[in-house]
C-alpha cells in the first residue's frame, strides 16, 4: 500500500537558518504530493503541494519539488523563523482516495 | 466561525465507556474526513462522506466505531464499549469539492480522547 516517511525530529534551528526536512513515499499509480503543516494550538493546514513529476509546489518561502525519479518531496526554505515553529506532515494521494500521511517532523525555532 | 469545529476538544472516558464526537464542518463543504491521530503518529483516515452518503470506511478500526452525517453538514464519530488503544487525536476534515484529490482539505483542532 501507499506510504510516507519523513525524518524524525525534532528538528532544531537558528532563526535565519536553512531548513531540510526529508520526505520519500511508495504509491502505487502517480500520486499527488502535498506538506500540511499543524501550528501549536491549531489544526492541519495544507502548506503547499505538486501534482506531477518536476512540479515544485510553494508557499510563504516554503518549497519542494516533486522528484519521481527518487519517489522524494523534501521541504525546504532558505531562513527560517520563530513563527515557523510547528509540525510538518508530508502526503500523498493516489487517484480519488484519500491522502495518507507521514508520521510528521516537528520543527523548533529559536532566535 | 468560519472553520471547522470540532468539540469536545478533550474527553476522559473509562474503558467500556461509550463516547460521541461531534464536528460541524464548513458551510456548504461537500466531503467530510474522519481520521484517528495516535501519539506521535501521522493521521490516519477512518471515513469519508459526501454529503449525507457514507462513500468509504474502510478505515474504521471495528464494529465499535461508527459515523453519520444525516443531513449533510454536522457528523458525529460514535465509539462504542471505548477501550485503551482507542486513546487518540480525532481530526475532522471538510473539502468544498468531492473526495480529497485537491488536498484542499480543512482540518479540525481535533477531539483527544484518552480512554483509562
Known amino acids: 500500500g501507499d506510504s510516507v516517511t519523513q525524518m524524525e525530529g525534532p528538528v532544531t534551528l537558528s532563526e535565519e537558518a536553512f531548513l531540510t526536512i526529508n520526505c520519500t513515499y511508495t504509491?502505487?499509480?502517480?500520486?499527488?504530493l502535498f506538506w500540511y503543516v499543524q501550528y501549536p494550538g491549531e489544526g492541519l493546514q495544507l502548506l503547499l503541494k505538486?501534482?506531477?513529476?518536476?512540479d515544485k509546489g510553494s508557499n510563504k518561502g516554503f518549497e519542494a519539488t516533486y522528484r519521481k525519479e527518487t519517489t522524494s518531496f523534501h521541504l525546504e526554505k532558505g531562513s527560517v523563523q520563530v513563527s515557523d515553529s510547528a509540525v510538518y506532515f508530508c502526503a500523498l494521494i493516489t487517484g480519488y482516495s484519500t491522502l495518507t500521511f507521514g508520521k510528521g517532523t516537528m520543527l523548533l525555532v529559536s532566535p | 466561525g468560519a472553520g471547522v469545529s470540532q468539540s469536545p476538544r478533550y474527553k476522559v472516558a473509562k474503558r467500556g465507556q461509550d463516547v460521541a464526537l461531534r464536528c460541524d464542518p464548513i458551510?456548504?463543504?461537500?466531503?467530510l474526513f474522519w481520521y484517528q491521530q495516535a501519539l506521535g503518529q501521522g493521521p490516519e483516515f477512518l471515513t469519508y462522506f459526501q454529503n449525507e452518503a457514507q462513500l468509504d470506511k474502510s478505515g474504521l478500526p471495528s464494529d465499535r466505531f461508527f459515523a453519520e452525517r444525516p443531513e449533510g453538514s454536522v457528523s458525529t464519530l460514535k465509539i462504542q464499549r471505548t477501550q485503551q488503544e482507542d486513546s487518540a487525536v480525532y481530526l475532522c476534515a471538510s473539502s468544498l469539492v468531492p473526495g480529497s484529490n485537491t488536498g484542499e482539505l480543512f482540518f479540525g483542532e481535533g477531539s483527544r480522547l484518552t480512554v483509562l
Open positions: 505538486a501534482t506531477k513529476a518536476d
Open positions: 504509491a502505487t499509480g502517480y500520486p499527488s
Open positions: 458551510s456548504g463543504h461537500v466531503s
